[in-house]
């Protein structure tokens, strides 16, 4: 398989985006467990194509539904 330097199209959830995308902005991936430092840079170059996209203009009210609609738990960050 050849790895080099290429484009790939990712369909992905709206809302899946903008979990992604905040989880990305407030993780201190300093803290965060890598094997390779390879895995820390593909989660930079993540959030730099996020940042591109909608997700990164949710507001506060989206992010916490997108985090409903994504989570399959069933806990909620909408106070009861």
Do not use: N, Y
């Amino acid at each position: 398989m050849d790895l080099a330097p290429s484009v790939l199209t990712l369909d992905l959830w709206r809302a899946d985006a903008v979990v992604l995308h905040f989880w990305l902005t407030t993780v201190d991936l300093d803290l965060v467990p890598f094997e390779h430092a390879g895995q820390k840079q593909a989660l930079v170059d993540l959030l730099t194509g996020l940042d591109q996209t909608v997700a990164a203009e949710a507001d506060d009210a989206e992010i916490v539904q997108a985090h409903d609609l994504v989570d399959r738990t069933g806990t909620s960050l909408t106070p009861s």
